[in-house]
C-alpha cells in the first residue's frame, strides 16, 4: 500500500520564521510534487522535482523553495511565512513514466501563519 | 483565463440520481484526462483516467473525454452518500524526460443526500 507521510497535520507559526514541511514516499517514486489547496482556487503547484537534487519551479514558487537530497524526501521550505502563506499544503508523489497520472497524496498539513 | 475550468458546486442531489461534472480546457496539448475524488480532511486519490478521446466505463462511473469541444465529463450512476467528496479533474500532456505535471482544476463539491 502506497505510503505518503507528512510530518505535520497542523502547524502554526509566526510571521517571519523559516518553516520546514517534510514529506518522505515509501513506493520508490521518481516524482514529487508540493502542493497548496486554498477554497476557490484549487491545488496550485509549487515545485516538483523528477530526480534526487532536481527541482523545477511550478505555478507559484514565490515565498518557497524546496530540497531533495534523498529520492524518498522531499522538503518544503518557507524562508520567511507570511499570512498570505495560511493554507493546506499537500505532497504527493508518481512514477516517472508509466502511470505518470497517477499521483499519490499524503494527508496535507494545515499551516497557519499568525 | 485558466487552462482548466470547473464549476465548483457544491451540488447536492438524492440518492440514486444520475450524477454530471464537468470540465473544460483551453490546452490542445492534454492527452491524459484524469478524475480524481477528495474525501474531506484527505489527499486527493486517482479515481479514473483516459488517454486521448473516448469513453471509459468503471463501475457506477464513466469519464468520457471530447477533444474537439476541449470538455470532459464524469458520470456517477446510482449515487450514494459515500460519494459525496469534491472531485477534480487533471489533465496533462505526453510524457517527457523531465517530469510531468498535472493540471488541475478547482474542484466540484458533491453531496449526494439520503
Known amino acids: 500500500d502506497v505510503k505518503v507521510t507528512q510530518s505535520s497535520r497542523y502547524l502554526v507559526k509566526r510571521t517571519g520564521e523559516k518553516v520546514f514541511l517534510e514529506c518522505v514516499q515509501d513506493?520508490?517514486?521518481?516524482?514529487m510534487f508540493w502542493y497548496r489547496q486554498d477554497p476557490g482556487l484549487g491545488l496550485r503547484l509549487i515545485y516538483f522535482?523528477?530526480?534526487?537534487?532536481?527541482?523545477e519551479k511550478g505555478d507559484i514558487p514565490e515565498g518557497y523553495s524546496v530540497s531533495r537530497e534523498k529520492k524518498e524526501r522531499f522538503s518544503l521550505i518557507l524562508e520567511s511565512a507570511s499570512t498570505n502563506q495560511t493554507s493546506m499544503y499537500l505532497c504527493?508523489?508518481?512514477f516517472g513514466s508509466g502511470r505518470f497520472y497517477e499521483q499519490y497524496f499524503g494527508p496535507g498539513t494545515r499551516l497557519t501563519v499568525t | 483565463q485558466k487552462e482548466v475550468e470547473q464549476d465548483p458546486g457544491p451540488l447536492s442531489v438524492p440518492e440514486g440520481a444520475i450524477v454530471s461534472l464537468n470540465c473544460t480546457y483551453s490546452?490542445?496539448?492534454?492527452?491524459?484526462f484524469m478524475w480524481y475524488r477528495q474525501y474531506s480532511r484527505k489527499g486527493p486519490e486517482l479515481l479514473m483516467y483516459?488517454?486521448?478521446?473516448g469513453n471509459k466505463e468503471d463501475g457506477r462511473f464513466t469519464a468520457q473525454v471530447d477533444k474537439s469541444s476541449k470538455y470532459i465529463s464524469l458520470f456517477i450512476r446510482d449515487s450514494q452518500p459515500s460519494d459525496s467528496a469534491t472531485y477534480l479533474c487533471?489533465?496533462?500532456?505526453?510524457?517527457?524526460?523531465?517530469?510531468?505535471?498535472?493540471?488541475f482544476g478547482t474542484g466540484t463539491q458533491l453531496k449526494v443526500e439520503l
Open positions: 504527493a508523489s508518481s
Open positions: 513506493m520508490d517514486h521518481e516524482n
Open positions: 522535482s523528477y530526480d534526487v537534487k532536481m527541482k
Open positions: 490546452n490542445s496539448a492534454f492527452q491524459y
Open positions: 483516459t488517454y486521448s478521446s
Open positions: 487533471a489533465m496533462s500532456g505526453e510524457l517527457t524526460g523531465g517530469g510531468n505535471k498535472l493540471t
